[in-house]
């Protein structure tokens, strides 16, 4: 019988074990190229955990979610390894951006692995954490140069905070300039909220995200393009 990897993934992320999950990853890779570990495997696998995160269940916790966001970097980190060792063209540097849960959002994971993707596509990830106000928002994004926010939230009502964070953005004059990248568990089963709360787009998974950057990143410069800026 062929192996399940991606349950067996899941179930060491459970238990918190990091080796296991990477020894999983190791026994998948074997005869395969890494590079389809994160669509085939990682991505997927992540997934249902973070679909057994919102619903509470299959014993998830906060060292799970540590564990699963450790496992993303683990194996991004091998990649950029392998790319380096096959001396492929190291990847541009990218401009600031900053991540972060909206005030009162306490659940980390979907933000660590959001940033471990970007980082991995080479942004310059400013991580500011959990339960952050609009204000610390914008005083970042001023002072690091970011043009991009990511803004996570789990549930309807701290999702209902990115509005603030919108019109502190508005307030001070950076609409367009400041995109509002979304994302949790809220916004993917309530996609029309994304707009009613002032985002500029989300993903439908980390793996996704720096795509989704990316494309709001050009879509800044296109208010205020800056000669001699860091570019993607």
């Keep these: 019988m062929d192996r399940n990897y991606s349950r067996d993934l899941l179930k060491a992320i459970q238990k918190a074990d990091r080796a296991g999950a990477n020894a999983v990853v190791d026994a998948w890779a074997a005869g395969r190229s890494f590079h389809q570990v994160i669509p085939e495997l990682l991505a997927p696998t992540l997934e249902t955990f973070g679909k057994l995160w919102a619903q509470g269940s299959g014993g998830v916790s906060l060292a799970t979610g540590y564990v699963a966001s450790k496992v993303a970097e683990d194996v991004l980190s091998r990649l950029l390894l392998e790319s380096a060792s096959r001396e492929a063209p190291a990847l541009p540097a990218k401009g600031p951006v900053l991540v972060g849960n909206v005030e009162d959002d306490f659940h980390p994971l979907g933000r660590k692995m959001v940033a471990a993707f970007l980082r991995a596509a080479g942004w310059e990830v400013h991580d500011l954490g959990v339960d952050i106000g609009p204000e610390q928002f914008v005083d970042k994004a001023e002072e690091t140069g970011a043009r991009v926010i990511g803004a996570s939230a789990m549930m309807f009502t701290t999702a209902k905070n990115v509005e603030k964070l919108r019109e502190e953005i508005d307030r001070r004059g950076l609409r367009g300039r ?3 990248a979304v994302g949790g568990a809220v916004f993917k089963l309530r ?11 989300t993903a439908a998974s980390a793996a996704e995200a720096p795509a989704l950057f990316e494309r709001l ?9 800056v000669s001699g800026e860091v570019r993607p």
């Design 217 to 225: 990143w050009q879509q800044s410069l296109t208010f205020e393009p």
């Design 178 to 180: 400041l995109q509002l």
């Design 191 to 201: 996609p029309e909220l994304v707009e009613a709360f002032g985002g500029d787009g």
